[in-house]
């Protein structure tokens, strides 16, 4: 084989290996990530497994897919057999490249956004349980990056792309489609998006839209005013009624990703929220602290730390009780 055609043979062989992943069921977190850097590391990997569900006769996938070990085709002779794809072929002898490569068609067509086998895909639910983030790419090329105890419902079709977002917290980088706007839904609210970077953080009481890149339209409601956000702003919704814009620095912002949080002047409950999301011990406060003014860089995952520095610094104290951990105001007042 020649230097030219040893690049070539390696990126049927890489195409055919993630083939094969795709076809053996759903990738975990870090399995996506690396497909992702795999198909943006050179256009022609993109292109490459577009021509798969195509020309499945040709030569060169045939050689590759031989070459490639252990073999691949009775790896998924035995997986789809095991149906992991819907309407997956039994087909009668492992040589035959054809009905294999029928069956993974679905699989691939279906991470990748294309060629879909209806107009409108059915809805599907992304969720993260307690302490637990999520790194997920979505039908149209588009990345979501959640937060603990965060929930989103995805419902793309040939005409539209709309994720409608319950609590927590979800990055968005939007791939651009101008004739498929992105819209995220949060009850009444809505944030509408081509092609840029944002972040929505969601509890029971406010919604906070930050821009990392681009811009996006925010309403608070159905008929209420549209506020064009651009990057380096964030604006608030509480009670369906919007904020003034508020400028942030993106060099020195701290968001969720980073595992810590920074406020300043927000009620103790705000975060008491954040910080639930990432313990196993539910965290409240009194009626009487609930809405402390509080500020600070507290570590999400670090409960115990967070807690301990609050109570030195504003005072209160902790109660265990059998819901979990209390806040509450302290009996005996701070030494100044």
């Known amino acids: ?24 069921g759903e990738l975990d977190s870090l399995s996506k990530r690396r497909f992702s850097h795999w198909l943006d590391a050179d256009p022609r990997h993109r292109e490459l497994l577009l021509s798969m569900l195509q020309t499945w006769q ?17 790896r998924w002779q035995f997986s789809l057999s095991r149906s992991h794809l819907a309407g997956a072929a039994i087909f009668p002898r492992a040589g035959s490249l054809t009905a294999v490569a029928c069956s993974t068609v679905l699989a691939v067509a279906l991470y990748l956004g294309y060629g879909s086998l209806s107009r409108t895909a059915a809805p599907y639910e992304l969720k993260t349980a307690q302490a637990s983030t999520m790194y997920q790419t979505l039908g149209d090329g588009s990345v979501v990056d959640m937060a603990a105890a965060s929930q989103l419902t995805v419902l793309f079709s040939a ?24 819209e995220v839904r949060l009850d009444q609210a809505t944030v509408v998006a081509v092609g840029t970077e ?7 009481d406010l919604i906070d839209i930050t821009v990392y890149e681009g811009a996006v339209q925010v309403q608070a409601t159905a008929t209420g005013p549209r506020q064009l956000l651009k990057a380096g702003e964030r604006v608030r919704i509480r009670q369906n009624k919007l904020s003034k814009v508020e400028k942030v ?10 595992g810590w949080i920074e406020i300043e002047n927000e009620p103790l409950a705000y ?37 301990q520095a609050l109570t030195e ?24």
Do not use: C
């Open 198 to 204: 944002f972040n929505i953080d969601r509890d029971p």
């Open 58 to 74: 040709d030569p060169a996938l045939t050689k590759a897919l031989a070459a490639y070990q252990p073999h691949p085709l009775k």
């Open 271 to 307: 975060l008491l929220h954040r910080l639930n999301r990432s313990t196993d011990v539910p965290v409240s406060a009194s009626a009487e602290v609930a809405g402390l003014r509080v500020a600070g860089r507290f570590e999400l995952a670090n409960t115990q730390q967070t807690l």
């Open 1 to 24: 084989m020649s230097t030219a055609e040893q690049p070539e043979q390696d990126r049927y062989l890489q195409a055919a290996a993630w083939v094969e992943k795709l076809a053996a």
């Open 313 to 336: 610094a504003y005072g209160l104290t902790l109660q265990q009780h059998s819901g979990g951990i209390r806040l509450s105001r302290s009996p005996y007042p701070l030494q100044q």
């Open 159 to 182: 005409d539209k792309r709309q994720v409608v977002q319950g609590l927590g917290a979800a990055y968005f980088a939007v791939a651009k489609d101008k004739q498929r706007p992105f």
């Open 249 to 258: 620095d993106l060099q020195q912002l701290v968001d969720w990703r980073s």
